[in-house]
């Protein structure tokens, strides 16, 4: 799941922004962040007058026209029972443009048509969200399998068919798997630990013959619980995408496509202040982390309450969740007022009116390192939010009914296992923290830093 | 267990070292390591010019001594069913002893009546390791517990009696633990997960009140194991203290406490070689230690093989353990060396009768420091070592037959949580060592330095 973060957020000029099919080299797009660092110290990494709301706008325009290209390139892919890989990335890419609508509807609400904004963002959250849950469901199995693997010594997964990547493989496939190992679960029950390890070997199905027969039957166990959740997920999304809710949504984002309601105040408001509110509410709520704690390794942090008799999640991974949220926020505003400046740039003139600072000229050209590190920082907390929800996975299938002592075993180690990651991703989100605070001296949790154009 | 290492370690003169009663300040003993640092960077540290055997013979004298105080002081106690502190104080102490001149015998080999050694390290080698045993099982116990009531977020451990520092508390207590736990088992065998965290809340007992149902099993499983093997080893240490093979040995410590049995050539060795030889010994295991990947957080490497079928000890442990017990025969190696220079200083002339090469006058006012991260790195190996053991334990609880699942979940957590503790400890040991390298430049895993007189 994290690879989604990875594609380029530079600026982008032109109304085909997509990776995909489509008009991909605009005038102006270098590599990523290219055309930020200006050649002579200029006002290129961002805009250093005020932004205009037709920023927004352009922005807001161009998600809107991906948001369709994708919903296009998704019902031509055929989204029947067997989603195609055509298909998956549709959706991906469908939920990243209804996450940048919702996104800059939230941080520039100043700037919209209030009511319709709030009617909007709800709508993008729901399309979001009920996307993502097969695409969840399927990477957390993945993950989860991976890790037994790895806790078995046996180094990678192996080859286990369309099904890890994409949608496919029904409930049938993982049934027979957890049926094949039956017998070596009669074999652990009463067994010695040698009679039981050799079971294993013997009588476990082929793609996991090197698992022992614990590790083998918590991997069949997780394997049919969360193909089950991927396969109902899969079913709501058909739902979701054929119903007259999300046809609603359509026909309005048909509409931003062409035409952003903004507020009556708008084109006399300036960007920078709310992208910078936006900045401030994470530096806030980063400041909030125990990074102290985070930042000594092997704090042992996640695994308190591992035991805990509360089934629901951690509630310290919710300040870390929400600090994923808000970076993403951050990192979204940031791609509006850079596309800002990277149109300016195209156009050979500043992108305000305004003179450039010289504090600015010396500042600005730090911001592409920034951004990629913004990058590196969301990416630890993708991987924070993953491992916690896949422990919770192996936590919830540590309490089925009925499962033998050696599966249980199996789950309880890959849980702590999990919590680790998560122990792991917030030491590397501290890491790549620090580095930002040094690097380009913002965004450090020390306190607010003077006021920049953004 | 890791406190007997923080005994002073420093020169000692006279024939009373112990900390016990008994003579405890001679002429020249300050602080540990205090009279190495001399006043004008002479050759204080250690010893400039060759060490005697005779430093070696003094050293195996005191230890003798100390070891039949020890043993004095193990029978006044009363070695009946229930050990008491002064006891457990003495076999510390009796096993602290023994250690050292079996190290001594290992590394001073060379100056030693061949015959006569190794006839001894054997029987030493027997002393030590059955009176480490009942101890060892205690501290595995205290160590799990702590760490199931840390899991639960229970923060410590409540007071548990007498049992967790000595050897108090037959099984008769651990019985009852487990069968007040009964009711619990039952509740969490059917019950979905809010009834058997209810459950868990009011039938557990009282000493466990705030422990999940799985996390209480889990503890009255390893109570019962562990005592269980704790009283075992209580008799075997009993019955040896009785044998006549232990008579044997004491003869002989009696023996070596007035005369050692040095071997022709002796006093014409010096002991420096011998000395360097085990250092370099260390130097090289350390060198074929996996340090990069011990040094780089998180590696999860410890966990690799953690549902491996194979019930032995983890391999990966192995190196590790070795340079623990190579790292202690260094220590004492240079208690017997500083012990001269300790000695030599007392009486206010140099060690040998060579003079202080200018090298030796820089590089040795470091020694004390050095044998503080000495002691650091070795505190870090003996974690290494208990959380090793104390993964083992649990996971081979969880191959008891007929466990319930919540309770095979619960030591599964706890193995992972061990073996995470071993990566914390290759981590702690892998920083401290850095820090060697770079305080004192020696015995990083770099390469040999130049020839230091030791």
């Given at each position: 799941?994290?690879?989604?973060?990875?594609d380029?957020?530079?600026?982008?000029t032109?109304?085909?922004?997509?990776?995909g099919?489509?008009?991909?080299?605009?005038?102006?797009?270098?590599?990523?962040?290219?055309?930020?660092?200006?050649?002579?110290?200029?006002?290129?990494?961002?805009?250093?007058g005020?932004?205009?709301?037709e920023?927004?706008?352009?922005?807001?325009?161009?998600?809107?026209?991906?948001f369709?290209?994708?919903?296009?390139?998704h019902?031509?892919a055929?989204?029947g029972?067997?989603?195609?890989?055509?298909?998956?990335?549709?959706?991906?890419a469908?939920?990243?443009?209804?996450?940048?609508?919702?996104?800059?509807?939230?941080?520039?609400?100043?700037?919209?048509?209030?009511?319709?904004?709030e009617?909007?963002?709800?709508?993008?959250?729901?399309v979001?969200?009920?996307?993502?849950?097969e695409?969840?469901?399927?990477?957390?199995?993945e993950?989860?399998?991976?890790?037994l693997?790895?806790?078995?010594?046996?180094?990678a997964?192996?080859?286990r068919?369309?099904?890890?990547?994409?949608?496919?493989?029904?409930?049938?496939?993982s049934?027979?798997?957890?049926?094949?190992s039956?017998?070596?679960?009669?074999a652990a029950?009463g067994?010695?630990?040698?009679?039981s390890s050799?079971?294993?070997?013997?009588?476990?199905?082929?793609?996991?013959?090197?698992?022992?027969?614990?590790?083998a039957?918590?991997?069949?166990?997780l394997?049919?619980?969360?193909?089950l959740?991927?396969?109902?997920?899969?079913?709501?999304?058909?739902?979701a995408?054929?119903?007259?809710r999300?046809?609603?949504?359509?026909?309005?984002?048909?509409?931003?496509?062409?035409?952003?309601?903004?507020?009556?105040?708008?084109?006399?408001t300036?960007?920078?202040?709310l992208?910078?509110?936006?900045?401030?509410?994470?530096?806030?709520?980063?400041a909030?982390?125990?990074?102290?704690?985070?930042?000594?390794?092997?704090?042992?942090?996640?695994?308190?309450?591992?035991?805990?008799?509360?089934?629901?999640p951690?509630?310290?991974?919710?300040?870390?969740?929400?600090?994923?949220?808000?970076?993403?926020?951050?990192?979204?505003a940031?791609?509006?007022?850079?596309?800002a400046?990277?149109?300016?740039?195209?156009?050979?003139?500043?992108?305000?009116?305004?003179?450039?600072?010289?504090?600015?000229?010396v500042v600005?050209p730090?911001?592409?390192?920034?951004d990629l590190?913004?990058?590196?920082?969301?990416?630890?907390l993708?991987?924070?939010?993953?491992?916690?929800e896949?422990?919770?996975?192996a936590?919830?299938a540590?309490?089925?009914?009925r499962?033998?002592?050696?599966?249980?075993?199996?789950?309880?180690?890959?849980?702590?296992?999990?919590?680790?990651?998560?122990e792991a991703?917030?030491?590397a989100?501290q890491?790549?923290?620090?580095k930002?605070?040094?690097?380009?001296?913002?965004?450090g949790?020390?306190?607010?830093?003077?006021?920049?154009?953004?």
């Amino acid at each position: 799941m994290a690879q989604r973060h990875l594609d380029p957020t530079g600026p982008r000029t032109g109304s085909g922004p997509g990776p995909g099919p489509g008009p991909k080299t605009g005038p102006a797009t270098g590599p990523a962040g290219g055309p930020v660092i200006g050649p002579a110290g200029g006002p290129a990494g961002g805009p250093a007058g005020p932004v205009p709301a037709e920023a927004l706008a352009g922005y807001l325009r161009a998600q809107a026209t991906e948001f369709l290209r994708a919903l296009r390139l998704h019902r031509e892919a055929g989204a029947g029972a067997a989603a195609s890989e055509g298909s998956v990335e549709a959706a991906l890419a469908l939920r990243r443009a209804a996450r940048r609508i919702s996104g800059s509807l939230h941080t520039f609400q100043a700037v919209l048509d209030p009511g319709w904004s709030e009617a909007m963002r709800p709508e993008l959250a729901w399309v979001s969200g009920t996307l993502a849950l097969e695409h969840a469901c399927s990477a957390r199995l993945e993950r989860l399998l991976q890790a037994l693997h790895r806790l078995s010594g046996t180094g990678a997964l192996p080859a286990r068919g369309p099904a890890g990547a994409g949608a496919s493989g029904g409930p049938g496939r993982s049934g027979a798997a957890a049926r094949s190992s039956a017998p070596a679960a009669v074999a652990a029950r009463g067994g010695s630990p040698s009679a039981s390890s050799a079971a294993g070997t013997t009588t476990a199905a082929p793609e996991r013959g090197s698992l022992t027969v614990g590790a083998a039957k918590a991997g069949a166990l997780l394997d049919r619980q969360l193909t089950l959740a991927r396969t109902r997920a899969h079913s709501t999304a058909l739902q979701a995408l054929g119903s007259s809710r999300f046809h609603a949504v359509a026909d309005k984002v048909a509409v931003l496509a062409s035409e952003v309601p903004l507020a009556p105040a708008a084109p006399a408001t300036d960007l920078r202040p709310l992208a910078e509110a936006a900045r401030e509410r994470l530096v806030d709520a980063v400041a909030a982390l125990p990074l102290l704690t985070a930042g000594s390794p092997y704090n042992a942090e996640a695994l308190v309450h591992g035991l805990s008799p509360d089934p629901a999640p951690h509630p310290q991974d919710a300040p870390w969740h929400q600090v994923r949220l808000l970076l993403r926020l951050h990192r979204y505003a940031r791609e509006v007022l850079l596309r800002a400046a990277g149109a300016a740039e195209a156009a050979g003139t500043p992108a305000g009116t305004e003179p450039a600072a010289p504090l600015t000229a010396v500042v600005l050209p730090a911001a592409p390192p920034h951004d990629l590190r913004l990058l590196v920082a969301g990416e630890a907390l993708d991987r924070h939010r993953d491992a916690s929800e896949a422990s919770a996975a192996a936590a919830h299938a540590a309490r089925t009914p009925r499962i033998a002592p050696a599966t249980a075993y199996a789950l309880g180690v890959l849980h702590a296992d999990q919590r680790h990651e998560v122990e792991a991703a917030r030491y590397a989100f501290q890491l790549s923290w620090q580095k930002d605070v040094l690097g380009s001296s913002q965004g450090g949790p020390g306190g607010p830093d003077p006021v920049r154009p953004r």
